[in-house]
């Protein structure tokens, strides 16, 4: 029989952005119970009304472990858990010879230590049948200057997605690797996000920038094809062969 979400109870770390609100939005749709995780309660808090009543806020650092153990504590208060997602991350852009140490370990907490962090307090309490699911970036795959660090933090997640999924079978472990995708995070990260969706969509080979729903269609296809482990899917409309 087909794996349905229904009843499933998922955990997405990164309350706040807009893939992890599509992506709550849909699962909620399909019938699973969300827990949304942020390091501020209150916005995360927020963020969890706006997508439902029934989804649950839990307070969550990727740079404390203390923060982490104890989400985890609290989860497991409410019983099992069938699926891990951590869409975080924190920019560390810009030239290597201006790189701050404390961008860089930002950067890697949200990114690497702090997803090996999360592996270590919830894959005791994860399903056999569930799974880790992290976020990549394109970044790793076509590397422009200015993007040494996240090229190194996302081209991590791959490593340590492949590697999980060894550690921790049957628990299955898998990356996202989004392409430009309409967040809100370009409001602030270009001077003109409008100019990039632009120069991107013209091209890329699916001749768009992504949307959310394109990001949360992928990730659900992961959660549910049991026969998908240590992979890293490319949802990027082909921008990395453009
Ligand atoms: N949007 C794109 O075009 C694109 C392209 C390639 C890859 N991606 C990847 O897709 C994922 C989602 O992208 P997005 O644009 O939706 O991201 P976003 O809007 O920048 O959201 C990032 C999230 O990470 C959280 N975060 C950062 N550090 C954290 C920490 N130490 N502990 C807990 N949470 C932390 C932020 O929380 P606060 O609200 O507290 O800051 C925020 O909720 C990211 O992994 C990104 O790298 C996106």
């Known amino acids: 029989m087909a794996y349905s979400l229904k009843d499933k109870h998922v955990l997405i770390v990164g309350g706040s952005s ?8 849909d699962l909620l749709r399909e ?5 949304l995780a942020g ?3 209150e916005k995360t808090a927020i963020a969890a009304k706006a997508i439902g009543d029934a989804v649950r806020p839990v307070a ?3 740079s404390d472990e203390g923060s982490i ?22 920019r560390a852009n810009g030239p290597v010879v201006s790189l701050e140490r404390r961008a860089l370990l930002a950067a890697f907490d949200a990114k690497v230590l702090g997803p090996i962090l999360l592996a270590k307090h919830f894959a005791p309490m994860i399903v056999d049948e569930g799974s880790l699911l992290f976020f990549s970036g394109l970044g790793a795959w076509r590397p422009s200057p200015g993007g040494v660090a996240m090229a190194a933090t996302n081209g991590s997640v791959s490593a340590l997605a492949s590697a ?4 921790l079978a049957p628990i299955r472990v898998n990356a996202i690797s989004p392409g430009v995708i309409t967040t809100s995070a370009w409001n602030t990260a270009v001077p003109d996000k409008h100019e990039l969706f632009q120069r991107v ?34 949802v990027d409309g082909g921008a990395r062969w453009a």
Not at 223 to 234: A, M, Q, R, S, V
């Open 18 to 25: 807009d893939i992890a609100a599509a992506l709550a939005t």
């Open 31 to 35: 019938g699973a119970r969300v827990t």
């Open 39 to 41: 390091r501020d309660i």
């Open 60 to 62: 969550l650092d990727l």
């Open 69 to 90: 153990q104890a989400a985890a504590d609290q989860v497991r208060a409410v019983g099992a858990l069938d699926h891990l997602i951590s869409v975080a991350t924190e």
């Open 164 to 167: 999980l999924a060894v550690e």
């Open 201 to 234: 969509a013209a091209s890329a080979p699916a001749r768009r920038v992504g949307e959310p729903s394109d990001v949360s269609a992928a990730a659900r296809a992961l959660l549910t094809n049991p026969f998908i482990t240590g992979e890293i899917l490319h």
